[in-house]
């Protein structure tokens, strides 16, 4: 235990170890707060990913979520059993298990996540082969994904949420409940800064620039550029990569990922495409955003150029008609319109029915009042 957490800090950066005595209590969030990526691709049919060539250095990734799971800094253990052949040394790793099989050569890690979900890594050399030389080249030592299962229609769900205000306490109130975000396969909640507020853990993104504009006569939040970091950082961080979809949701939002995942059992889960909520511009309201991993890996590689090809939108426009600018007209990511997804009933006397989202309501009572009412004329789940 000892060691697996002094060789993984010796290989952090000097300021990385000083953010690493300050570490969240699970290894998801500790990779999440510190812009790290988890590898593997997506999953292909049976929930199996592969690493990819260009994999990054364990010391820059699982290191760091070995030490954490060392430190048993998780919130929920899961036994594992590893059955492998000529297994020379097995260790129990905090929350996690850590073996080493003398005959395939590598170290297999079991470790679970914030959502409780097991995940199997394998650590391997690998080699490369020069035919025309005869000879081999040892190349670095990586980990990857191998197995790890979330069911069909996984969500990854995230909202942001303003350090004053009432939003922290709905945030709260939903966690209490397993409402919302907290009860998708998992979940990450922005902020502006990395902390702890009402128990809800937030990842920071730092300076927010949202302004209030005006056009025609109406004011709307010009809130792009903390979205876009928001997302940005998802990207980064990869760990998307593990469920089917990626859903943003408002804090002010009642929110039902059961009805969520009837609506994709219709659509699939093996397509690239994003979910329009309304007929009219802005195609996407932000209260609910959807994306499926496909589209979110294509946005990946291709961020850059939504904010360079709509630099001139950044800064005037809400983020929900941006990212539909974004994912539609310059990504080219296929879109499917989905009425269900959304009521903006501001009042709980409309909430009734099975809308996947009702929004908005700001204060814990009249959320609570709208959650009782909807999930008691339909589905709650």
């Given at each position: 235990?000892?060691?697996?957490?002094?060789?993984?800090?010796?290989?952090?950066?000097?300021?990385?170890?000083?953010?690493?005595?300050?570490?969240?209590?699970?290894?998801?969030?500790?990779?999440?707060?510190?812009?790290?990526?988890?590898?593997?691709?997506?999953?292909?049919?049976?929930?199996?990913?592969?690493?990819?060539?260009?994999?990054?250095?364990?010391?820059?990734?699982?290191?760091?979520?070995?030490?954490?799971?060392?430190?048993?800094?998780?919130?929920?253990?899961?036994?594992?059993?590893?059955?492998?052949?000529?297994?020379?040394?097995?260790?129990?790793?905090?929350?996690?298990?850590?073996?080493?099989?003398?005959?395939?050569?590598?170290?297999?890690?079991?470790?679970?996540?914030?959502?409780?979900?097991?995940?199997?890594?394998?650590?391997?050399?690998?080699?490369?082969?020069?035919?025309?030389?005869?000879?081999?080249?040892?190349?670095?030592?990586?980990?990857?994904?191998?197995?790890?299962?979330?069911?069909?229609?996984?969500?990854?769900?995230?909202?942001?949420?303003?350090?004053?205000?009432?939003?922290?306490?709905?945030?709260?109130?939903?966690?209490?409940?397993?409402?919302?975000?907290?009860?998708?396969?998992?979940?990450?909640?922005?902020?502006?800064?990395?902390?702890?507020?009402?128990?809800?853990?937030?990842?920071?993104?730092?300076?927010?620039?949202?302004r209030m504009c005006w056009n025609g006569g109406v004011s709307y939040a010009c809130n792009t550029i903390i979205f876009l970091k928001a997302w940005e950082h998802i990207?980064?961080?990869?760990?998307?990569?593990?469920?089917?979809?990626?859903?943003?949701?408002?804090?002010?939002?009642?929110?039902?990922?059961?009805?969520?995942?009837?609506?994709?059992?219709?659509?699939?889960?093996?397509?690239?495409?994003?979910?329009?909520?309304?007929?009219?511009?802005?195609?996407?309201?932000?209260?609910?955003?959807?994306?499926?991993?496909?589209?979110?890996?294509?946005?990946?590689?291709?961020?850059?150029?939504?904010?360079?090809?709509?630099?001139?939108?950044?800064?005037?426009?809400?983020?929900?008609?941006?990212?539909h600018t974004c994912f539609g007209e310059t990504l080219h990511i296929p879109s499917q319109l989905r009425t269900e997804l959304l009521l903006n009933a501001y009042n709980?006397?409309?909430?009734?029915?099975?809308?996947?989202?009702?929004?908005?309501?700001?204060?814990?009572?009249?959320?609570?009042?709208?959650?009782?009412?909807?999930?008691?004329?339909?589905?709650?789940?």
């Amino acid at each position: 235990k000892v060691q697996v957490r002094r060789i993984a800090v010796q290989q952090l950066a000097p300021e990385q170890r000083q953010r690493y005595r300050t570490a969240p209590q699970s290894s998801d969030d500790f990779l999440e707060q510190h812009g790290q990526r988890r590898e593997g691709l997506p999953p292909r049919s049976g929930g199996h990913a592969v690493g990819r060539r260009d994999a990054l250095q364990p010391r820059r990734l699982d290191q760091q979520r070995m030490a954490a799971v060392a430190e048993g800094r998780q919130d929920r253990c899961v036994r594992a059993k590893i059955a492998a052949c000529g297994v020379a040394l097995l260790v129990a790793v905090g929350c996690g298990v850590l073996a080493y099989s003398g005959q395939g050569g590598g170290w297999v890690a079991a470790v679970t996540g914030d959502d409780g979900v097991m995940g199997l890594w394998r650590h391997k050399k690998h080699h490369h082969h020069h035919h025309h030389h005869h000879h081999h080249h040892k190349g670095p030592h990586r980990w990857s994904l191998t197995h790890r299962r979330d069911g069909i229609h996984s969500l990854y769900c995230w909202a942001f949420t303003q350090m004053h205000g009432t939003e922290p306490q709905l945030l709260a109130t939903q966690q209490q409940m397993h409402w919302g975000i907290f009860s998708c396969n998992a979940h990450v909640v922005f902020s502006t800064l990395t902390g702890n507020t009402y128990g809800v853990r937030t990842v920071g993104l730092g300076h927010n620039p949202t302004r209030m504009c005006w056009n025609g006569g109406v004011s709307y939040a010009c809130n792009t550029i903390i979205f876009l970091k928001a997302w940005e950082h998802i990207v980064k961080v990869r760990r998307f990569y593990h469920y089917d979809w990626t859903c943003k949701v408002d804090p002010d939002s009642v929110f039902f990922p059961g009805r969520l995942k009837q609506v994709l059992a219709g659509v699939g889960d093996n397509h690239m495409m994003y979910l329009r909520n309304t007929h009219n511009f802005p195609y996407i309201l932000g209260p609910i955003e959807v994306i499926s991993r496909g589209g979110l890996y294509r946005y990946m590689y291709r961020h850059h150029a939504c904010r360079h090809r709509n630099r001139n939108l950044l800064h005037v426009t809400g983020e929900d008609g941006f990212m539909h600018t974004c994912f539609g007209e310059t990504l080219h990511i296929p879109s499917q319109l989905r009425t269900e997804l959304l009521l903006n009933a501001y009042n709980v006397g409309l909430c009734g029915g099975d809308k996947v989202v009702y929004h908005a309501f700001k204060d814990p009572w009249s959320f609570k009042e709208c959650h009782f009412k909807a999930g008691s004329m339909g589905l709650s789940w």
